[in-house]
T-cell receptor
Framework: GAGVSQSPSNKVTEKGKDVELRCDPI?????LYWYRQSLGQGLEFLIY????????KSGLPSDRFSAERTGGSVSTLTIQRTQQEDSAVYLC????????????FGPGTRLTVL | AQSVTQLGSHVSVSEGALVLLRCNYS??????LFWYVQYPNQGLQLLLK??????LVKGINGFEAEFKKSETSFHLTKPSAHMSDAAEYFC???????????FGKGTKLSVIP
C-alpha cells in the first residue's frame, strides 16, 4: 500500500505568517508522530498521537506550535507567527501503535522562513 | 531520559571495504534500538531494529547490528561497502514506557570507488 505522505513538500513563508503542514499516515496505523530535522538540532521529536488524542506533546518547542489529528487519520501541524528558527524539515511518521513497532517516515516538508 | 551517541559525523570507506558505524546509547533497559538510513532529500528508511530476542539483528541491504548490553552499544556493520550505501545513517532508541524515537546526530557515509 501507499506510504506516509506529506504536503506540501516545500513551503516558503515570511516571518510572522502562520503555516499548516499535513500528514497522511499509512492506512490502519493508529500511532502518528511529528519530528523536526534541522542542521543545528538534528532530529527532534515534537508530538505523538494515539488515535485522535495526543498523550505526548513534550517536544513542541513553544505555544506557537500545535497539532491535531482527525478521524484517526490525517494530521495537521500548525505553526503560528513563524520565526526564522522554525526553518527545518518537518517529518511525519506512523506505526501500528506499540512502542516497538517500526515508525515509517514520510518524505518531509521543508519549511523556509524568510 | 534516553540519549544516543554516534561516533564520527563522517566516515569514508573504499568500495568493498568493511563498514562500521558506531552507536552507544543511554537508556532504561530494555531499550528498543533502531538504525535508519536517509538518502539526500528523502525521508528515513528503517534498516533494522532490535526489540527482544537474538542480539544479532540482520537488516536490509546486507547490514547487521549487534546489541551489546554490557557495552550499551548497537554498532552497524556491513562486510562490503557498495557505492549505493553512501547516505546518512541514524541510530535511535525508544526507552521503556516511551513512544518517541531519540536519535543520534547521524553519520554520513561516503564510499570511495
Amino acid at each position: 500500500g501507499a506510504g506516509v505522505s506529506q504536503s506540501p513538500s516545500n513551503k516558503v513563508t515570511e516571518k510572522g505568517k502562520d503555516v499548516e503542514l499535513r500528514c497522511d499516515p499509512i492506512s490502519g496505523h493508529t500511532a502518528l508522530y511529528w519530528y523536526r530535522q534541522s542542521l543545528g538540532q538534528g532530529l527532534e521529536f515534537l508530538i505523538y498521537f494515539q488515535g485522535n488524542s495526543a498523550p505526548d506533546k513534550s517536544g513542541l518547542p513553544s505555544d506557537r506550535f500545535s497539532a491535531e489529528r482527525t478521524g484517526g487519520s490525517v494530521s495537521t501541524l500548525t505553526i503560528q507567527r513563524t520565526q526564522q528558527e522554525d526553518s527545518a524539515v518537518y517529518l511525519c511518521a506512523s506505526s501500528l501503535g506499540l512502542e516497538s513497532d517500526t515508525q515509517y517516515f514520510g518524505p518531509g516538508t521543508r519549511l523556509t522562513v524568510l | 531520559a534516553q540519549s544516543v551517541t554516534q561516533l564520527g559525523s563522517h566516515v569514508s570507506v573504499s568500495e568493498g571495504a568493511l563498514v562500521l558505524l558506531r552507536c552507544n546509547y543511554s537508556s532504561s533497559v530494555p531499550p528498543y534500538l533502531f538504525w535508519y538510513v536517509q538518502y539526500p532529500n528523502q525521508g528515513l528508511q528503517l534498516l533494522l531494529k532490535y526489540t527482544t530476542g537474538a542480539t544479532l539483528v540482520k537488516g536490509i541491504n546486507g547490514f547487521e547490528a549487534e546489541f551489546k548490553k554490557s557495552e550499551t552499544s548497537f554498532h552497524l556493520t556491513k562486510p562490503s561497502a557498495h557505492m549505493s550505501d553512501a547516505a546518512e545513517y541514524f541510530c535511535a532508541v525508544i526507552g521503556a514506557g516511551s513512544y518517541q524515537l531519540t536519535f543520534g546526530k547521524g553519520t554520513k557515509l561516503s564510499v570511495i570507488p
